[in-house]
């Protein structure tokens, strides 16, 4: 079971807030993209207006602007569905804002989106404990995350030489 089925999505920040104080949290700009789409599916009837108005609040996002997008979401009059779908959206982004200034992220060279983490975490970490018949200790699961992680960011040999040589 991973970290994530332990702990909701605000205990994970939080989790992280106590454990890497001198980190960044990142917003996946996919998901904060979908959210906004799904909103406008149910707030606008003409497609071409809904597009447009995605585009224009994806820019805003990508450029700091998530209290602009906020106000613009709050702006657009729902009913039924696209009330609820409003709301929970404005309460994600309020939740979330300081998660998501991409364009600092951007300058920085930084990335927005979770693909790349998520490939890792196949490629480094589920390719070698799914395999049939494996049963892990939670010790013995990091030691070998551990040792994945040293030999796909190439740093085998300095393991090799910590193990050969342990003075």
Known sequence: MGLS????????????????????????????????????REAFKKEN???????????????NGVEIVMINVELIRCRGSAMLKQAALLTYYQNNTKRMQYGDYLQKGWLIGSGPMESAHRTVIQQRMKLSGQRWTIQGAQQVVNLRVAEKSGHWEQVKQLICNPN
Do not use: M, R, T
């Open 5 to 40: 089925a332990c702990l909701p999505q605000a205990g994970i920040w939080n989790w992280v807030d106590d454990y890497y104080p001198d980190h960044h949290q990142i917003l996946d700009f996919f998901h904060a993209s979908e959210k906004l789409h799904d909103f406008a």
């Open 49 to 63: 207006e809904k597009q447009q108005w995605v585009e224009h609040q994806l820019e805003l996002l990508k450029n």
